[in-house]
C-alpha cells in the first residue's frame, strides 16, 4: 500500500472515530413532551360519592359526613382541591370543604351586610361563587344586591353595588344590581355578573367601573349586541377557553353564550333536555356541563351533542342541583341544595354499575316547624282534608294514571287568603310560576303553596312590595318575580286561592316530599277505619282472574306469578262522607284455607306506603292498577285500586309478583290489608280465596 492510500485509511479512521466519540458522548436527547389533557368523553357513566352533609338543614363544620349546610348554592374549587362553597339560607356563609373531608367556615356569621374579617363579615343568600387566578373568593351576594370579594388577605369587602335593588352602571360604589345570582372572573380580572332579576350580563371593569354586556330594561329571549340582546333571569356564568361567557338563562330554558366582541347567541335553546339550566361548568375543551330544575345534569359538546348523564343511572335524580364545579381530573361536584349536600361525580368504567349513594335529603330530617298552623284561617282550627301524598290523579285527557298526588289539599273558599304556615325564606331561584294557571304556587323553602294566585290578593292587587308584578304593554300580569332570599313569617299573607277552590301543600324537596299529616294540623283527627272493597288477582293481560264454581280463584301454581290488587279508601274526622281519600299504606297476607297466616306472612306485606314521595315516573302505574282514577279526571267514580305486590314506599319504585311455586297445591287465602297515619286498620271485603293449581 502506498503512503497516500496509507494516509487516506488513516483520514477515514479519525473521522469515524470522532463521530463515534460525539455518538456515545453528545448529551442525550431531550425527552418528549407531556401529552395534553384528555378529551373529554360524553355520556360517561357517573357513581355518585357523597362528598359533605349528612342531608339535613343546619351549620355544622366538621367531618364531612356530619357536617351540614341550609342551602349550599354555588361551588367553586381552587388549586389545592380545596372546594368553595356558599351556603345560604339562615348560614349566610362561605364554607369550605377540603380533600381530606374537613369542612369549614371561611367567611360569615349571620344574615347582613358587612365587610372586614371575614369571621365577622356578614352576607344575605350569597348565591353564585368564583376564583380568580391570586385565589381572591367573589360572591354574588344576592339578597344584599351586591358583589363582594374575599381577598387572600382573610378580609371581605363589597366591590360593587349600593345594597339597593335597582339597576345603574358606573362608578362600582354607586352602581345597583337587583339580586345578581352568577359570578365568573375572567383572566384579566374582569368580574362578570349574571344580574338575575334584571334580565342582564354586567362587567366590573379592573378600575371599578360598572357597565352591561348585555340586556334590556325587560325580560325576552334576543339574541343581538349589548342592550339589544335580551334575556330572561339568568342565574349561572361559566367562561370557555375563547373567553366566552356561557349563561344559564334559566326561563328561556336556554345556555346562551356572550362573545368578547359583544354578541349574545344560543347555545343551547329551550326544547332540549333541559328544564330550567341551574348551574354551569366548562372543561378545558369547552364541554359545557349544566344541571337544570328536574334535577339532570346533561353535557353538551362544543359540536352541539347534548348527553344526559343521569338518565342512565339507577339512582334517583337531584332535587336542586344548584352548583357545578370541575376538577382537573374531569371529576364533577354538584351541590344539592334542596338536600343540603354536595356530591362528586367520577366516571365508571364502561359497563360498571353504579353503586347506590345518599342522595336527597335524609328520611328523618325534621319537618317544617309549623306550629301546627294551617295554610287558611283559622290557622289553629280545623279544615277539610280534600287530598293526600300518593292518591292517583289523571291528566284531563283519558289518562287516569298519569300521576302522583304530591300533597295535601285543604278545601278554602275561591278568594280567600292563603297564609304562611312557618317563618321562612324563599331559597329557589323560581320560587312562583304559572301566573294566572290553575297550578299557579309559590316555593317558600321546603313547603309549596299552590292553586293560588300568588302574592295578590283575589283583585290581582300585590300584598306589599315583595311580590314585584311583571305586566306586558297591556297591563297583563306576566310574572310575580319573587327574589331568592325574600322572608316572610308565620300568619303573612302568600296569596289568595283561585278557582280550584282548595289549597294544595307540598312537604320537603321536589322528588323527596314528605306526607303533610306528619306535620301535626291543630284539629286534625282520624278515627275512621280505613274500607277494602275488593281483592283480585291479576292476570298476565292486567285482567282479573275470575273465580271458578266454587267461589275459589285458579292461579297457576308455576309461571311468571300473579298482581295481587287491594281496592281501599279512607276518610278523617268531620269530613263529607261522600269524600274518599287514599290509603296511607296497603299490603297483604298469605293465608292456609283455615285463615292461619303462612311463614314470612305473619304480619301484612305493606308494599305500598305513602310515606315519600318517588321521584320516578313509572311509580303511578306500578301503584295504581288501570282501573283506577278520580272522578275530576274523568272517572265515573273514585277508586283507589293498588298493587300490592309491587312496591312504591320510602322513594322506592318497584314490579313484583306474587308466585306460589313454593307452596303445595291446594286452597289458601290472600287477605288484603290497609292502614291509614294514625294507624286504624281497614275492614271491609279483604279474603280472596283461592286454589293453587297443581
Known sequence: MTRARWAMVALVGVAV??????????????????????????GWTPQVSLLAGDGVGGLRDGAAAQAQFADPYGLALDAHGVLYVADAGDNNRIRRVFPDGRVDTLAGQGE????????????????????????????????NHVIRRIGIDGVVSTIAGDGTAGYADGPAAQARFDGPMGVAVDAGGRVVVADTWNDR???????????????????????????????D????????????????????????????????????????????????AVTHDDVVYVSDFDGKVVQLSALGHVVDLTAASAQPRFSRPSGLALDADGGLYVSDAASYRVHRLRALAAGATPAPSLIGPAADAALPDTGGRWPLAPQLGWHEVVGTLGEVRGNFSGESRHHLHDGFDIRGDVGQTVL???????????????????????????????????GRDARDRAFDARWPQLRDLDGKLERVRVRRGTRFKAGEPLGSINRMAHVHLSVGAGGFQRNAVALGFVGYADSFAPRITDVAVLDDLDQPIKAGANGRVPIPRVGPGVQIVVEAWDQVDNNLPRRRLGAYQVGY????A?????????????????????????ATVVAYAPDSGITVHGSAVTR????????????????????????????????????DYTGNEAIGERELKVTVLP
Open 233 to 280: 333571569t339568568p342565574v349561572a356564568l361559566a367562561l370557555d377557553s375563547h373567553g366566552n361567557v356561557l349563561i344559564a338563562d334559566l326561563l328561556n330554558a336556554a345556555i346562551r353564550r356572550l362573545a368578547p366582541d359583544g354578541t349574545l347567541d344560543t347555545l343551547l335553546a329551550r326544547g332540549s333536555l333541559l328544564n330550567g339550566p341551574l348551574a354551569l
Open 420 to 454: 304562611a304556615m312557618a317563618d321562612a325564606k324563599v331559597s329557589s331561584p323560581l320560587p312562583s310560576w304559572s301566573v294566572g294557571g290553575q297550578a299557579e304556587g309559590l316555593s317558600l323553602d321546603r313547603l309549596r303553596y299552590i292553586h293560588m294566585k300568588v
Open 17 to 42: 472515530a470522532a463521530a463515534l466519540t460525539w455518538t456515545f458522548l453528545r448529551e442525550p436527547a431531550a425527552p418528549a413532551p407531556p401529552p395534553g389533557p384528555v378529551a373529554t368523553v360524553l
Open 589 to 592: 297476607q298469605i293465608l292456609d
Open 112 to 143: 347582613g351586610w358587612r365587610d372586614g374579617p371575614a369571621p365577622q363579615a356578614q352576607f344575605n343568600t350569597p348565591s353564585g361563587i368564583a376564583l380568580d387566578g391570586a385565589g381572591n373568593v367573589f360572591v354574588a351576594d344576592t339578597g
Open 594 to 618: 283455615a285463615g292461619t297466616p303462612l311463614a314470612g306472612y305473619e304480619q301484612p306485606r305493606f308494599n305500598i306506603v305513602f310515606n315519600r314521595m318517588p321521584r320516578e315516573d313509572s
Open 201 to 231: 350580563i354586567r362587567v366590573i371593569e379592573p378600575d371599578g367601573q360598572v357597565r352591561t354586556l348585555a340586556g334590556g330594561d325587560a325580560p325576552g329571549n334576543v339574541d343581538g349586541a349589548g342592550v339589544g340582546a335580551r334575556l
Open 640 to 675: 283507589f285500586r293498588y298493587l300490592v305486590t309491587n312496591t312504591v314506599r320510602d322513594g322506592l319504585v318497584e314490579t313484583g309478583r306474587w308466585q306460589p311455586e313454593a307452596l303445595p297445591a291446594g286452597d289458601y287465602i290472600i287477605r288484603g290489608s290497609a292502614r
